[in-house]
């Protein structure tokens, strides 16, 4: 079974530029979730979503980030415009229900960020 | 404000020896821990998990303790393998459902 897939997964830009960072979840989860992975700050969650709904952006850190889901397939992760602090490993999550203690969440392989 | 800490950034062991993973944390809503693995250019995986109403939770080889009076947990792995170099994660739920509080990870290099 194929996991969460993200893309591309190495992504250079400078900055300004507009970068749009894609998600496919499992299959058949209805939960979604966008990370970022910085030194300063570890893994932090930046939205949530279910049943294609965003429930909590609360962590998103400004407007320049927005985030998508279209539909039970896809996501995209927006930032416009880029800066250099925004460099960063970015994943992506889903699980099967709506989050909870004991429902797993699987993470993609990440997409690494840099801005020039 | 980090609320799940891991201070040891790395850790070395030999192979066939026992590795402990540190974890403290702050929230005293926190009531489900879990540990994550994560091998490069990979996601986190998930591990081990343990509720608040449990000390200890063991899965062949990893095992979890949890002190709640000193907001401390730990992952033992016995024995460690070189298999098992990555960096784990320390994560802990409280007050919602779905939001994950993570520690920033240590490094795990088992030497053969």
């Known amino acids: 079974d194929a996991g969460v897939i993200q893309s591309p997964r190495h992504e250079v830009t400078e900055m300004g530029q507009e970068v749009t960072l894609r998600c496919k979840p499992i299959s058949g989860h209805n939960s979604l979730f966008w990370y970022r992975q910085t030194m300063m700050r570890g893994l932090e969650l930046l939205i949530y979503f279910n049943n294609n709904v965003p429930i909590d952006d609360s962590g998103m850190p400004e407007d320049r980030f927005s985030a998508k889901m279209p539909n039970a397939s896809f996501s995209t992760l927006k930032i416009q415009p880029s800066e250099p602090r925004d460099s960063a490993v970015y994943f992506c999550a889903s699980s099967r229900q709506g989050g909870g203690r004991e429902d797993e969440q699987f993470f993609g392989p990440g997409t690494r960020l840099t801005v020039l | 404000d980090q609320q799940v800490k891991q201070n040891s950034p790395s850790l070395s062991v030999q192979e066939g020896r026992i590795s402990i993973l540190n974890c403290d944390y702050t929230n005293s809503m926190f009531d489900y821990f879990l540990w994550y693995k994560k091998y490069p250019a990979e996601g986190p995986t998930f591990l081990i998990s343990?509720?608040?109403?449990?000390d200890k939770n063991e899965d062949g080889r990893f095992t979890v303790f949890l002190n709640k009076s000193a907001k401390h947990l730990s992952l033992h792995i016995v024995p460690s393998q070189p298999g098992d170099s990555a960096v784990y994660f320390c994560?802990?739920?409280?007050?919602?459902?779905?939001?994950?509080?993570f520690g920033k990870g240590t490094l795990l290099t088992v030497n053969p």
């Open positions: 994560a802990a739920y409280g007050g919602s459902n779905y939001k994950l509080t």
């Open positions: 343990i509720s608040s109403i449990k």
